[in-house]
């Protein structure tokens, strides 16, 4: 058998958390052998596919190439299972790498052939979806070429990466047909049973909508997707069956779960996400292992604003562990979602956990601002690229509200 190649520590992807933990203990530790576990040869900006989709963003300008933020050694390669009992893990290529700590940074994998018909349908038609870089491009062009009729916007049950996504593609295009004066008939499916998890947020945007004249259908999951017929079907939450509806236009948000390697694996908890602690990061029954971002089981907004705000978290209490200290940095949940609700205004939700609402700036936090529109167009996009995956911690102010 090979030798295993071991290091101190090991980091499964190479995404926004699984980039800004290499780069913060790079700086902290540079001592340390680290590593990132990740297939992809790029990496992509995804909270500006939303802009791409409203004609806001170029594509080529929300990815950019793995190696120019890579800090440390680089596998490419991707993980085929966890061994955290003997502190190992098993790569697609056979190889077996072994570590002191484990950081697991995997993401969330979005599930589209849950949605019967969906993978056909989509990229014509007039159906596309904002969470493909690929299809963002497509997403506006049908919003340019739109002539009226009925449109819909559809969110799988929760949890999921950006709830918000869903309805930023809506109020987009709803504001250029408005602008236009394009007659649309505009529906929003959810699973859910309000327009957004906080009630302050959600009041808000429910005048969002009956400003629109769009009409949100509560209790509705997507389960098909008929191209030919251009029809879509919702299973009820009431229990009341399945209804089909007709569409000109549809933009689908696809059902997520956590990746199958770690729903397999001893790290998951029943529903499959790695099992952790919602303060500490630090994994539940596995002393050296710690994950962060979308694969977390923390009961957070997934979007890039949390990872902002777990990565100094999970870095310190991973220094401390090694060092034998007490873990004590903790992590309150912070997540926000600046929910463009027309093109220059955005409104910018934030909250830490249970819904309670905090605010970076003294404004109103149920209003829209055009000053939140410059900082999700512009501010935002520049942290990311240069705060954030260079794991800088921004100390002060204590939450730097960066959106997904």
């Not at 404004?363 to 990311?384: C, E």
Request: with cysteine.
């Amino acid at each position: 058998m090979a030798d295993i190649q071991h290091y101190d520590v090991l980091i499964i992807g190479g995404g926004t958390g699984g980039l800004a933990v290499a780069a913060a203990l790079k700086r902290a530790r540079p001592q340390l052998r680290t590593a990132v576990v990740e297939p992809k040869a790029t990496h992509d900006y995804q909270p500006g596919w939303t802009l791409v989709g409203g004609g806001v963003m170029a594509i080529e300008k929300t990815r950019r190439p793995m190696a120019d933020f890579m800090p440390t050694a680089w596998v490419k390669d991707a993980v085929a299972e966890f061994q955290p009992r003997s502190s190992e893990v098993l790569l697609a290529s056979g190889q077996r790498l072994g570590y002191d700590q484990l950081v697991v940074a995997a993401g969330l994998q979005l599930d589209w052939q849950r949605v019967e018909g969906l993978q056909d349908a989509l990229g014509r038609d007039g159906v596309t979806s904002n969470y493909r870089g690929d299809l963002a491009p497509y997403t506006w062009q049908c919003i340019q070429n739109f002539r009226g009729g009925r449109a819909l916007f559809t969110q799988p049950p929760m949890p999921i990466k950006c709830a918000g996504a869903p309805q930023k593609v809506l109020y987009l295009a709803a504001d250029v047909w408005r602008r236009r004066a394009v007659a649309a008939d505009l529906h929003f499916f959810t699973q859910g049973g309000a327009m957004f998890g906080v009630p302050l947020y959600a009041k808000a945007l429910d005048g969002v909508m009956a400003g629109y004249g769009a009409a949100p259908h509560f209790g509705h999951n997507l389960v098909a997707v008929d191209g030919a017929r251009r029809e879509a079907t919702f299973e009820r939450a009431d229990g009341c069956g399945r209804v089909t509806e007709r569409y000109d236009f549809l933009h689908v948000m696809p059902p997520q779960s956590a990746p199958d390697v770690i729903k397999s694996s001893p790290l998951a908890d029943a529903a499959g996400w790695v099992e952790v602690d919602r303060s500490s990061l630090r994994h539940v029954r596995y002393d050296n292992v710690f994950a962060l971002g979308d694969c977390a089981s923390t009961p957070n907004a997934k979007t890039a604003a949390a990872i902002r705000k777990q990565f100094p978290v999970l870095v310190a209490n991973l220094l401390a562990a090694r060092d034998g200290k007490p873990v004590v940095a903790s992590y309150d949940g912070y997540g926000g979602c600046p929910l463009t609700v027309e093109r220059g205004k955005v409104l910018l939700a934030e909250f830490c956990y249970d819904g309670r609402v905090v605010s970076t700036l003294p404004l109103d936090p149920a209003k829209p601002h055009r000053l939140y529109w410059w900082m999700k167009t512009t501010l935002f996009p520049w942290m990311y690229w240069h705060v954030i995956l260079r794991g800088r911690d921004w100390k002060h102010p204590a939450h730097i509200p960066y959106g997904g």
